[in-house]
């Protein structure tokens, strides 16, 4: 390409090592080199090669654009520019991984938190329930360990009656603030939750998440009186045998996590177990076996109990029944023994849970509970009822 020297481009070098070139001087000086400019007609990068012809006062100029002289790195460029993207998609999933990595670690140290905190909590009701303490003291201090486990409002456990028709509130811990609703909750028929019993038959925990799912049955109304919205609850008992329940009000931690609770169910459903022993040991202890009366284990007790006290409106009366020995020799002991248990039954129908057989014959009242003039004549109603029923 002929170019003269009004022709040139003006536009000065614009890499780095082709700057502050004058071209027009460089041709004038009869130089060789190289520059680089942007065309004013199409502004693409051009370069152009200058260099004297040698025979006039010519200049032999060669100009190519940029994707011309450059086409053999293109491809180069190209898959640098690839090379480029696929590390930058690496890094970022590099960083995702970490950030995913940081997370389940995060959530394992959750976790593990958690499962020792349900441990350490368990190890605290199985010790306080292995006590030597009274037993319902061990499951009141029980209760309350659960209810700061879970941050609840109330915990508490319900007994199903001999004829498993009835539910009965027989613990209760409450946090402070909290109303007690023990007085309130000692009659309650299964039928008033059966989707409870069909949970607890299976023996699976039971959830409310929230109380709009028990809207339709009757435990609705119960638990919205008592400000519950949210409940765990894990059957007592073995498989098949179902004896009652533990209970949560209202979790504010671990309210999706029923494991503590399963876990002590074993514990608690013995304790009540052995409670249940001891009761029934206190009670033959403290009954005649013939008449079910008190005995006399129980009225001495309550002889030492009342030492050193003043007391008032105590009326009190002893009683021999006539006529045992013949009964029995003419009889049999069978006749003598439904004779006593005759009297027995007038003696507990007119002051009931006062009156102790203290010997084979004799029984003693022990009435605190009316004035002299009242206790007077209930002992007038009594002989009546004797003498009629003997």
């Known amino acids: 390409q002929m170019v003269s020297l009004d022709e040139l481009p003006t536009e000065q070098g614009q890499e780095d090592h082709y700057e502050n070139i004058d071209l027009k001087s460089e041709v004038k000086s009869l130089k060789t080199g190289v520059i680089a400019f942007e065309s004013s007609i199409n502004g693409k990068d051009n370069y152009m090669h200058y260099s004297p012809v040698g025979m006039f006062d010519w200049e032999l100029l060669v100009i190519a654009q940029e994707d011309v002289v450059f086409s053999s790195l293109l491809y180069l460029k190209k898959l640098m520019i690839l090379a480029g993207i696929i590390e930058f998609l690496l890094l970022g999933l590099y960083i995702a991984w970490n950030f995913y990595t940081v997370e389940q670690l ?89 989707k409870w019993m069909e949970s607890f038959l299976k023996f699976k925990p039971y959830y ?32 098949g045998d179902v004896i009652g329940f533990v209970g949560v009000d209202n979790p504010r931690q671990f309210y999706n996590d029923a494991t503590l609770l399963s876990s002590i169910q074993f514990f608690l459903t013995n304790s009540l177990a052995t409670k249940k022993q001891q009761e029934q040991l206190q009670y033959m202890s403290y009954r005649d076996m013939l008449t079910f009366l008190f005995n006399r284990n129980k009225y001495i007790e309550v002889l030492d109990s009342h ?84």
């Open 106 to 194: 995060a959530k394992s140290e959750k976790r593990t938190q958690e499962q020792l905190k349900n441990s350490n909590t368990l190890i605290q009701c199985v010790t306080e329930l292995s006590s030597d303490k009274d037993i319902n003291i061990s499951i009141q201090n029980l209760l309350g360990i659960i209810t700061q486990y879970f941050d609840s409002d109330r915990t508490y456990i319900f007994e199903l009656n001999p004829e498993k028709t009835m539910l009965r509130n027989t613990y209760e811990y409450v946090k402070g603030g909290v109303s007690v609703q023990i007085d309130n909750l000692q009659e309650v028929p299964i039928t008033v939750l059966p």
């Open 307 to 390: 030492q050193g006290k003043v007391l008032e409106n105590v009326g009190a009366a002893y009683i021999d029944l006539n006529g045992l020995k013949q009964i029995n020799d003419s009889q049999g002991h069978e006749a003598g023994d439904a004779f006593i248990q005759n009297a027995a039954r007038v003696l507990s129908r007119v002051f009931p849970d006062k009156v102790y057989r203290i010997g084979g014959d004799e029984f003693v009242i022990i009435d605190e509970d009316l004035n002299e003039a009242a206790f007077v004549k209930t002992i007038h109603t009594l002989c009546q009822a004797l003498e009629r029923d003997q």
């Open 208 to 239: 409310i998440s929230n109380l709009e799912q028990e809207r339709g049955f009757e435990s609705y109304n119960m638990l919205k009186e008592q400000d519950v919205n949210r409940l765990i609850a894990v059957p007592l008992g073995k498989r």
